[in-house]
């Protein structure tokens, strides 16, 4: 069976929805860096919330990755 995919996708539609939520999860990588980079965060937030930030910083960037692989594909 082949289904065209030009016929049931449409590719600028997905790549600006890509590109769109590909901003934002930067927007969101860099808030978080900037706590990360803020000595007097680090220093007097507890542990676990510090750890959270660098737990929520390691998934934004997978996702990011992800979305990059998926622009890539749509060419």
Do not use: C, Q, T, W
């Amino acid at each position: 069976l082949y289904m065209p995919m030009g016929d049931l996708i449409d590719f600028e539609a997905e790549r600006a929805r890509l590109g769109k939520e590909k901003k934002k999860v930067e927007d969101d990588i860099a808030f978080v860096m900037k706590k990360l980079n803020n000595p007097k965060f680090v220093d007097k937030a507890p542990e676990n919330v510090v750890a959270a930030e660098r737990e929520k910083a390691d998934k934004l960037r997978e996702h990011l990755a992800k979305l990059e692989e998926s622009i890539a594909a749509l060419g």
